[in-house]
């Protein structure tokens, strides 16, 4: 018994004939008959009284017309939102919180303009959340600044990136062309939460030069540890790409590692076994475009040592 069962019943009862059926439905008046006999096989009732030339819906056919109205209408529903989900992607993007706050704006603006069928859904969150996301298939695609190390993952490095340590002007730091690295032991730092790609990498930098990292905050969100740092005499450390209007009003003081231990890529990021769909395809040109630009240069920053 399936769908076309239950039409081919509805039809008889509103036609109330088997000819009737079938010539509102475009078939044989034997293919309405049959169905209705495997109907009534099925269910092991009869559907309908035969009297003479005429047929009669019985309280069984009446029941089973009503459910199967109800049925066919979800059905047709289900249909209409199969149609419309082929016909516009939903694509699921995870980023990073760096990420989030400095490329995925700007990438999604143009993203929607460019792929206007597709609707995309953004999830916001740290590395390994958005890694075991993008498992559990509850994402398409991340672009993000941790390292993912799992190997049903694809990792593809496109936008460069380095951190630099932020202080405010009227810190101590301030304006010095040299910082030793032994110097930021002594400072307290507004750092990210655990789990997050820029805290990983900053606090490795502080294990091999041998110094622990005071934490006097920690916070998710890159404009609060801006404000933190301008307002609280604190360090923090940062991408060059969160700075950079603050660099051009001169609302902070930078410092960056002369060795380039610093650098980094955001990474696309997604399962070896999902299919590549137009919106994820357009996601990653996107990003590779955004990966081409020049970042800020160092002419101003301190140096550490």
């Known amino acids: ?9 509805i039809a008889v009862a509103e036609a109330g004939s088997m000819s009737g059926a079938a010539k509102k ?3 044989t008046q034997p293919a309405v008959s049959q169905v209705i006999k495997e109907l009534e096989n099925h269910y092991g009732c009869q559907l309908f009284e035969r009297l003479g030339k005429g047929i009669y819906i019985t309280e069984a056919g009446k029941l089973l017309c009503s459910q199967a109205q109800m049925v066919i209408r979800q059905f047709d529903t289900l249909q209409e939102n199969m149609q419309h989900m082929r016909a516009r992607e939903v694509l699921k993007v995870g980023s990073t919180i760096t990420v989030g706050a400095c490329i995925i704006p700007g990438l999604m603006a143009d993203f929607q303009v460019a792929h206007p069928t597709v609707d995309p859904y953004n999830f916001v969150n740290n590395t390994k959340i958005i890694e075991a996301r993008l498992l559990q298939s509850q994402l398409d695609i991340a672009l993000v600044e941790g390292a993912v190390q799992h190997p049903d993952l694809v990792v593809e490095p496109v936008i460069p990136d380095y951190l630099v340590i932020i202080c405010s002007p009227h810190h101590p730091f301030a304006g010095r062309t040299f910082i030793d690295a032994r110097e930021l032991e002594h400072e307290t730092f507004v750092m990210r939460e655990d789990g997050s790609g820029t805290r990983e990498l900053f606090e490795s930098f502080a294990r091999n030069r041998g110094f622990h990292v005071k934490i006097g ?7 609060i540890i801006k404000t933190i740092v301008q307002k609280n005499n604190a360090l923090a450390a940062i991408s060059i790409r969160l700075v950079e209007a603050e660099l051009n009003n001169g609302s902070v003081y930078v410092i960056r590692h002369p060795e380039n231990s610093w650098h980094r890529n955001f990474n696309l990021v997604y399962h070896k076994h999902k299919q590549i769909t137009a919106g994820m395809q357009g996601f990653m040109e996107l990003a590779r475009k955004i990966g081409s630009r020049e970042i800020p240069s160092d002419q101003a920053f301190g140096m550490l040592r």
């Open 217 to 223: 905050w920690e916070v998710t969100a890159p404009e």
């Open 1 to 9: 018994m399936d769908i076309r069962h239950l039409k081919i019943m």
């Open 25 to 27: 439905l475009y078939i």
